[in-house]
């Protein structure tokens, strides 16, 4: 896994793809292998079957031996364990029950990944008959996330989607077999005009990501493509909601550029990381037309966005916990700051919230509160911060309307794209390094991380949170982000005032 707390990245990871060999180079084990090594990880391969095909036709599809699929798996095991699996193909009952097996008696199981290929009616020719029974009852439960499409979860389930109610029933079904979540892909999804809309659900949270459907004669490939992306990018150790986001992303710049290699349709173009924000797909908030359609749970909608904070560059945001730290900054010339106060009421708070919003506007600098919104409000102040389990409680349309600055925490790919649909002031990019200051749920996101969000988020303001002292300063503002927030390298140092100007000379480089 990708320890990467700094620059340098530790291991490249291993991703197995068990799959059928497309000689015509588009789909199956080439598309994988392909797609591993585009997206940074180290591809190994388990052929379930040898398809002589090209861009026009299938010509022939013979399974491998049982004793060849077993020792493929066994070679590999013994040598080259996996980080993540990708299994696409899968030609006979025999090789779901031997995958089952081999799964079920591996003493650390990585994530798996099943893309139903073979159940599919236009890849009916490529399995044996049984096969649907054999996934349901043996190798379902061994699976982390199932990429069904449409056809394919009609096909394993025997629902037919027509609506979102459908696409829940049949995600159960699944779910209820043991598998521990479905991304129900929406290329065939005829709900929504113009979108290609994706459903991931594990049964307890549900996130949909749409995006415009790409045209393209030229998309063979694209769903061993989008498994492998997942299976790569979780590979080194992202979330799976930024697996689902960055493999979306890697697919559209993919298709974009896809051309014919054949005669017939070509494969998708396998161009590395995504980094154009155009690739990355829209996350569709459950206050949104198409979340109401969906019935996602919740509020969130995009509103009119929050007032600007007039510049990108935020500079040095110290984040302190008194009204003594806001005097003191804002005596050294700090122009954004916030009051981090936790774990008290409205009214033990409010005081020291009406002092820091009179200090901030008497020195016209930029006072953040955290968490204690409704306060902002009613006492004019200039933002508010919030995390994303504030998301869920904050009533974001107040906020705006009052013309208050929003400030939101993120912690990766999603969270962003999540956030920016709600226009906020800037977004924290954190935590970045390891922080003393608070029990974090996730881990350190380094700066290599950090560079390519900054990167992704280049038309709102960033700001940098969790670990940063002098000594990393540097580093972390040659990644482009547009302000380094800090606790206690501020509060705990021997000479704050030395500190900040060490910091503001960081940031005026
Ligand atoms: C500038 C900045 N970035 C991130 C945070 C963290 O906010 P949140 O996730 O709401 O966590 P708490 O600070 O409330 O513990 C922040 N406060 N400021
Ligand atoms: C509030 C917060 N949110 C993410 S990290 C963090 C704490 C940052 O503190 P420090 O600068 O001391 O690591
Ligand atoms: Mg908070």
């Given at each position: 896994m990708d320890k990467t707390l700094g620059r340098t990245s530790v291991k490249t990871p291993i991703v197995w793809t068990i799959a059928g060999s497309d000689s015509g180079g588009g789909a199956g084990i080439q598309a994988d292998l392909h797609t591993i090594n585009s997206l940074g990880g180290y591809g190994c391969s388990v052929i379930s079957a040898v398809t002589a095909q090209n861009s026009v036709a299938v010509r022939l599809v013979e399974a491998v031996s049982d004793e060849m699929f077993s020792s493929q798996l066994d070679s590999l095991a013994d040598d080259m364990p996996a980080d993540v699996i990708k299994v696409g193909l899968l030609s006979t009952v025999s090789q779901v029950e031997l995958l089952a097996t081999f799964l079920a008696a591996l003493e650390t199981k990585p994530y798996v990944i099943y893309d139903p290929i073979a159940v599919a009616s236009s890849g009916a020719n490529m399995a044996q008959a049984g096969l649907q029974q054999a996934v349901l009852e043996t190798l379902l439960p061994h699976i982390d996330l199932l990429t069904p499409n449409a056809d394919e979860l009609e096909i394993l389930t025997k629902v037919i989607i027509t609506s979102s109610h459908d696409i829940r029933r049949s995600a159960k079904v699944l779910l209820d077999k043991g598998c521990g979540s479905i991304l129900i892909k929406?290329?065939?999804?005829?709900?929504?005009?113009d979108v290609c809309m994706d459903f991931w659900t594990n049964g307890e949270r549900e996130i949909v990501l749409g995006t415009p459907r790409i045209d393209s004669p030229h998309s063979h490939g694209t769903g061993c493509s989008l498994s492998s992306a997942i299976a790569t990018v979780l590979a080194l150790d992202y979330p799976i909601e930024d697996a689902l986001v960055l493999a979306k992303a890697y697919l559209n710049q993919g298709l974009k550029a896809a051309s014919a290699k054949g005669k017939g349709p070509g494969p998708i173009a396998h161009l590395g990381w995504p980094t154009d924000p155009t690739d990355f797909p829209d996350v569709i908030l459950p206050g949104s037309e198409l979340g109401r359609l969906l019935n996602l749970?919740?509020?969130?909608a995009a509103g009119q966005g929050f007032a600007s904070c007039n510049t990108d560059k935020l500079g040095l945001y110290p984040v302190v916990d008194s009204v003594e730290w806001c005097q003191k900054l804002l005596d050294m010339g700090i122009k954004t700051l916030q009051l981090r106060i936790k774990g008290k009421t409205d009214a033990e708070v409010e005081a020291d919230v009406i002092a820091a919003i009179k200090l901030g506007k008497q020195y016209q600098a930029r006072m953040f509160i955290n968490d204690y919104w409704q306060l902002a409000i009613k006492h004019g102040a200039y933002g508010v911060h919030l995390g994303q389990e504030d998301l869920n409680d904050a009533v974001l349309p107040q906020i705006s309307r009052a013309g208050l600055r929003l400030g939101l925490s993120t912690h990766g790919y999603y969270e962003m794209l999540r956030a920016k649909k709600l226009k906020p002031s800037y977004i924290a990019l954190g935590h970045i390094f390891p922080t003393q200051t608070k029990d974090m749920p996730s881990r350190p996101q380094g700066l290599i991380r950090l560079e390519k969000y900054a990167a992704l988020m280049n038309d709102i303001p960033t700001v940098a949170i969790g670990g940063i002292n002098l000594e990393r300063a540097p580093q972390v503002w040659q990644t482009g982000v547009g302000s380094i927030a800090v606790v206690t390298a501020i509060t705990l140092a021997d000479d704050p005032q030395a500190v900040v100007d060490a910091f503001n000379a960081v940031l005026e480089s």
């Open positions: 929406g290329g065939h999804l005829e709900l929504v005009d749970q919740g509020e969130l």
